[in-house]
């Protein structure tokens, strides 16, 4: 190994490297921020790299591991969606209107690893509030495709994607409102984790939609999601949604055992909406689950057609009040020279934000006013609860389901930006995981013209290790995750 290779690592295997001493946290971060000065320009992934502060920290770390007192993740690097505040470093969440945030505190998920020594090299870039499929909403520009720059790489967190299929970083943070960590993976080839709501703190993450987001990670291989997610996960009691269970060691106990796993196929994820490409590639890889032990069920969602509008009720409502604090008074950016205080509102936001983020915040303005509250928002909670309870049905009989993560593999960038329907649709078979508080997962399982597609496992809740275990055992009879875009390797 030479520090030229040492971007193809994972995590799990960067730390074995470390621990037998085969080069320092301080060579692997700076072969890394390499990468990142020469290669980012064209990815347009970061928002603010942290070169120095990360030196510090790598330096921090290979003295612990010199000690013979390493870390759980000592020396190893990690990039934060920039939705994730951080102290000291500002923390945009895509837009204009916090340009210039600096948040005074980190947040849980930033404090936990970076307490377990991972390394912060820098903030990713993501969709404006994180309200986008394919990253185009960032005030900082679209995020290209390793795969090809001219497509997409999903989004909202379309930066920590990829950042980590072009191997700028091992790891990243993302988080998943109706889909941001598993399209953004499975258009990039990597593998993304969405826990269940409430299994990571959302404390210092900046609120899009409430009950639906939840913090997790982008890796290459599920055993590296394992490790992360246990550094994670866990009660936080400045979050009154987390839940106070224990968190096991989730890579240790990975056996890729999936005998007997009962999965379950839902007939509506296979419809014509499904690219056939696509489709065929996701069938392939229950094949392969198949010939490990695993035992094919049709299972039925009746009311998971109603996921995408249910979602674009709920989502925009928890939008409306969760963005009214970003107003040039309580935070975001402030316009100049107001002639009054409705003014300074007025012009305040209406530079801040972006138009998707304008489209959300009166769509949710409008499903929650008087005389509308009923016939939209209470209806959407209504049915939300019935697809909560198809989910609940469907895991009394099968342990996972699973599905294509997205319809199509990588589109082109512009493609769908005049069509906020179709951008919508993207996330048609993930968002039903978010309305019910369920863990869910993308897989790399195959190529449709040269561009990643994934595989999308959904658990019951607090059953990320069965999720974990069955995409791990497909990635020990897989080698998709090992592919690398050729101008990346
Ligand atoms: N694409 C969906 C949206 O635009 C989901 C975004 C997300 O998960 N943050 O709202």
């Given amino acids: 190994m030479t520090t030229r290779d040492l971007h193809t690592l994972t995590l799990t295997e ?47 770390a290979d003295e612990r591991r010199a000690a013979g007192r390493p870390l759980l993740l000592d020396g190893l690097p990690i990039v934060h969606k920039d939705i994730f505040c951080t102290q000291g470093v500002r923390t945009t969440c895509g837009s204009r209107m916090l340009e210039d945030f600096v948040a005074p505190y980190d947040a849980t998920v930033v404090a936990r690893l970076r ?19 394919s990253n185009e909403t960032s005030f900082f520009g679209a995020v290209a495709n390793p795969w090809n720059h001219a497509c997409s790489p999903g989004g909202s967190s379309g930066g920590s994607s990829a950042l980590v299929a072009g191997r700028l970083a091992p790891a990243a943070t993302g988080t998943d409102t109706g889909g941001s960590i598993r399209q953004p993976a499975a258009l990039t080839g990597t593998v993304g984790l969405k826990p269940t709501y409430g299994r990571v703190s959302r404390y210092g993450m900046i609120a899009f939609a409430s009950s ?14 394992a490790l992360l997610l246990t550094a994670m996960a866990g009660f936080d009691e400045r979050d ?6 224990p968190v096991p060691d989730y890579a240790a106990a990975l056996d890729g055992d999936v005998s007997g796993l009962r999965v379950g196929i839902v007939q509506q994820h296979f419809d014509a909406g499904l690219d056939a490409a696509t489709g065929d590639a996701v069938r392939a890889a229950l094949g392969v689950l198949e010939s490990r032990g695993a035992i094919l069920k049709d299972v039925d969602l009746p009311n998971i057609d109603l ?34 205080l ?43 609860a019935l697809i909560a309870e198809d989910f609940r049905r469907a895991f009394g009989q099968v342990d996972v389901i699973a599905g294509p993560t ?69 990635q020990q009879a897989s080698d998709w995750h090992t592919a690398c875009p050729e101008a990346y390797a």
């Fill in 14 to 60: 960067a730390r074995s490297a470390l621990d037998r001493g085969q080069f320092s946290a301080v060579e692997l971060v700076d072969a890394l921020l390499g990468r990142i000065e020469a290669l980012n320009p064209a990815l347009n992934a970061f928002v603010t790299v942290t070169a120095e502060e990360a030196r510090a920290a790598a330096r921090a």
């Fill in 307 to 340: 996921s995408v509008p249910t979602y674009y009720v709920v989502a925009p409502a928890e939008a409306s009040s969760n963005l009214s604090r970003f107003d040039g008074v309580r935070f975001g950016h402030r316009a100049a020279d107001p002639e009054d």
């Fill in 406 to 474: 997205a319809p199509t593999p990588a589109f082109e960038l512009g493609a769908k930006t005049d069509d906020p329907i179709t951008m919508y649709l993207n996330d048609i078979y993930t968002i039903g995981a978010n309305l019910a508080g369920l863990p869910g997962l993308s897989v790399p399982c195959g190529f449709v013209d040269g561009q990643p597609v994934g595989l999308h496992l959904v658990a019951g809740h607090f059953a990320e290790q069965t999720l974990l275990n069955a995409a791990h055992s497909y």
């Fill in 115 to 133: 307490d377990a020594g991972a390394v912060m090299l820098g903030k990713s870039n993501m969709d404006e509030f994180a309200m986008g499929s």
């Fill in 240 to 245: 009154s949604t987390s839940i106070d269970e």
């Fill in 342 to 384: 409705l003014d300074l509102y007025c012009r305040s936001r209406g530079e801040g934000f972006g138009a998707e983020v304008k489209r959300r915040i009166l769509t949710g303005t409008y499903v929650l006013s008087a005389g509308y509250y009923d016939a939209y928002y209470l209806k959407a909670q209504r049915v939300r």
């Fill in 212 to 225: 639906l987001d939840q913090a997790g990670v982008i890796t290459r291989s599920v055993e590296d999601a």
